[in-house]
C-alpha cells in the first residue's frame, strides 16, 4: 500500500513539473484547508489570510521546478512557502500600521473560527512536536505555530540567535525522523 502512495506522490509531482491543472487542482484539493489553516494561526484576519492564500499558491505554480523532492517532502516546501507568505503578509501589515505581531504567550487562536481550515492537530503534527526535548519543541512552537522568524524567537527569548538556529535544525531532524512513517496524504 506504501508504494502505491509513493507512486501516486511522483506522478503527482510529476504532472505538477509539467503544467498539468488537473494535478495543480488536485494539489488544492488535497493542501488547501491545511495550508490555509497554518497561514490564518499567523496572519489572524481573514481578508489577509486569503490573499495569503492566493499568493502561496500562485508562487508554488510558478517555482514547482524549484521543488527537490530529495530535500523534502511537496507538503513540508509548499508550508515553508505558505509560512513564509503568511509572514510576509504580517509584516506589510505592520508596516503600513494595521496591526501589532503579539507575543507568543498572547496569542490567540482563532482558528475554531475557519471550520474550512484544517487543524494542525489533524495532521499529527502538533502531538509530533510535544514529544520533542523542551529546547526543541518551544524553538519549533515559535516557528511554526506563532510566525516568529528565528531572529524574533532570539530576542524574545533572549538567546543567540545561533542557538535558535541550531535547535531549530535539530529539532526538525527529529521531527522528520519521528515523521517517516506519516503518509503526505490528507
Excluded at 98 to 113: A, D, G, H, R
Excluded at 123 to 130: A, C, F, I, M, S
Amino acid at each position: 500500500m506504501l508504494e502505491k502512495e509513493e507512486i501516486e506522490y511522483q506522478r503527482l509531482v510529476d504532472e505538477l513539473r509539467k503544467g498539468k491543472h488537473a494535478a495543480f487542482e488536485k494539489l488544492y484539493d488535497n493542501y488547501s484547508s491545511a495550508l490555509y489553516g497554518v497561514i490564518f494561526r499567523i496572519v489572524r484576519k481573514e481578508d489577509e489570510a486569503i490573499d495569503a492564500m492566493q499568493e502561496t499558491f500562485v508562487k508554488i505554480w510558478k517555482k514547482i521546478h524549484a521543488f527537490d523532492s530529495s530535500k523534502g517532502r511537496l507538503y513540508t516546501w509548499m508550508l515553508n512557502i505558505a509560512r513564509n507568505t503568511a509572514i510576509d503578509k504580517v509584516r506589510k501589515i505592520k508596516r503600513e500600521g494595521k496591526v501589532q505581531i503579539q507575543s507568543f504567550e498572547t496569542f490567540v487562536n482563532t482558528s475554531n473560527l475557519h471550520k474550512t481550515s484544517m487543524n494542525v492537530d489533524h495532521l499529527g503534527l502538533k502531538e509530533t512536536v510535544g514529544k520533542l526535548d523542551e529546547d526543541h519543541k518551544l524553538i519549533i512552537e515559535y516557528l511554526y505555530f506563532g510566525g516568529y522568524t528565528q531572529k524574533e524567537i532570539s530576542d524574545e527569548l533572549g538567546i543567540p540567535l545561533g542557538t535558535v538556529k541550531t535547535r531549530a535544525r535539530n529539532g526538525l531532524k527529529k521531527l522528520r525522523k519521528m515523521m517517516t512513517n506519516f503518509i503526505f496524504w490528507i
